[in-house]
Structure formats: structure tokens, C-alpha cells
């Protein structure tokens, strides 16, 4: 079993930034990939961001270029740096990890972009 706790969401007003974490735990040695997704008011979750244990990223496209994702493995933490947000960011953000062929999932953090 692994356990995701994000934080960090919050509102923001366009093109300001806000960082993103999700703390591991528990079996963390089985997570192969970690990743972000988002789910807006009336709309499927998408995924965001991805990142493997060998450090390949990508991106969905509408946030390339303005977010980054990245992990910090000696401290289980996975960061999503999100900058030069829009409104159409608005939705809360999970936190997910892969291992185990189990997909684990955190219980969301909400983000308000502004405009």
C-alpha cells in the first residue's frame, strides 16, 4: 500500500504560481511512476504531468511550458511548479503513483486561478 497526501493548492489570481506536493509513504519502494491529474468543475480528471523513476517527464499539452513537474525521491515528495496560471486551471489536483500494477491516488488538492 503507498499513501499520497498533496498540499499546497489555493487561490491565485492569473499568472501567478503556485507549487504543488504529494508526500509518499508506506510501500514506496514498488511506485514506478508518479504523476498529476486534474479534474475541473463539469469535465473528465486528465492527467497533467507524469514523471518516471528514470526521470523521463511529459506534459499534457496545455500546460507545457508553464508547469514542471519533479520529485525529490530521498524524501518521497513529488512537486508539480505551476507558473503563469490560468483560469482554466481551475480543478482540484491528485496525486497519483503507479506500482504494484495498482494505481494509487491522493485525495486532492483544490486550485482557483482568478481572472
Known amino acids: 500500500q503507498v499513501q499520497l497526501v498533496e498540499s499546497g493548492g489555493g487561490l491565485v489570481q492569473a499568472g501567478g504560481s503556485l507549487r504543488l506536493s504529494c508526500v509518499a509513504s508506506?510501500?514506496?519502494?514498488?511506485?514506478?511512476?508518479m504523476g498529476w491529474y486534474r479534474r475541473a468543475p463539469g469535465k473528465l480528471r486528465e492527467l497533467v504531468a507524469v514523471?518516471?523513476?528514470?526521470?523521463?517527464?511529459n506534459y499534457v499539452d496545455s500546460v507545457k511550458g508553464r508547469f514542471t513537474i519533479s520529485r525529490d525521491s530521498a524524501k518521497n515528495i513529488m512537486y508539480l511548479q505551476m507558473n503563469s496560471l490560468k483560469p482554466e486551471d481551475t480543478a482540484v489536483y491528485y496525486c497519483?503513483?503507479?506500482?504494484?500494477?495498482?494505481?494509487?491516488w491522493g485525495q486532492g488538492t483544490q486550485v482557483t486561478v482568478s481572472s
Open positions: 497519483s503513483a503507479d506500482g504494484d500494477r495498482t494505481r494509487y
Open positions: 508506506g510501500s514506496i519502494f514498488s511506485i514506478e511512476a
Open positions: 514523471i518516471t523513476t528514470g526521470g523521463n517527464r
